[in-house]
Nanobody, 123 residues
């Protein structure tokens, strides 16, 4: 089970940190990804962090977002800086054990999903 939290209303340019807490899985063995879905748009990849702490980011968030993990607490954080109105979306965290690096950005590879947390960025 995954529980995402931290969403809310922020002004453009501000920062926000999302958290994803996992239970019921051997957390340290999983790649955790963040995806988002804006109204009327398809779900898109945001960032992932693999079991070995290697990370990947969508071009649209690179240099602004930072993903990190705390295996002792079974949590992953997504630090979002310099938020833009186009970052407005429901953000989902998900877990996968895929060993294929290129699949880490593919939402179809993720077996477990959190319920989503809404981030609204006003201009």
């Amino acid at each position: 089970q995954l529980q995402a939290s931290g969403g809310g209303l922020v002004q453009a340019g501000e920062s926000r940190t999302l958290s994803c807490e996992a239970s019921g899985i051997t957390f340290s063995r999983y790649t955790i990804g963040w995806f988002r879905q804006a109204p009327g748009k398809e779900r898109e990849f945001v960032a992932f962090i693999r079991w070995n702490r290697s990370t990947g980011y969508a071009d649209s968030v690179k240099e602004r977002f930072t993903i990190s993990r705390d295996n002792a607490k079974s949590t992953v954080s997504l630090q979002m800086n310099r938020l833009k109105p186009e970052d407005t979306a429901v953000y989902y965290c998900a877990a996968t054990q895929t060993a294929i690096l290129s699949e880490s950005a593919n939402w179809n590879a993720y077996a477990y999903w959190g319920q989503g947390t809404l981030v609204t960025v006003s201009s």
